[in-house]
């Protein structure tokens, strides 16, 4: 898997994660270059970032939550965006956020 950084895990529920890919892609584009190394139980979405013009990332989704390929702020920025309609709540309250930054590991993320 490419990306602009290493991969950082994600933990959120599926109701973030929904949220998170409407604001963290302007267009979702063929994976093609990374399509070889993938196993057909994989989902991964990539495309070119909200407010750039050349940076690509991609997600893969995992039980808990998604590991990140690309530019740690970008995702950064989207993930502490105030949400429209209130339901999520940014990564400092609601517990998902990434091993790198010192806050918990998925697994210990309760779901469901």
Do not use: H, W
């Amino acid at each position: 898997m490419q990306g602009n950084l290493e991969p950082v895990k994600v933990a959120c529920t599926r109701k973030e994660l929904s949220c998170i890919i409407a604001n963290l892609f302007a267009e979702v584009k063929p994976i093609c270059d990374v399509c070889d190394a993938l196993l057909d139980s994989d989902l991964v979405l990539g495309g070119a970032l909200a407010g750039s013009d050349d940076d690509f990332a991609y997600i893969k989704v995992t039980e808990y939550g998604f590991d990140y390929y690309g530019d740690y702020d970008v995702l950064d920025r989207v993930r502490r965006a105030r949400c429209p309609s209130g339901t999520l709540n940014p990564p400092e309250k609601d517990g998902g956020a990434t091993q790198q930054r010192g806050l918990p590991d998925p697994a210990e993320v309760p779901q469901g």
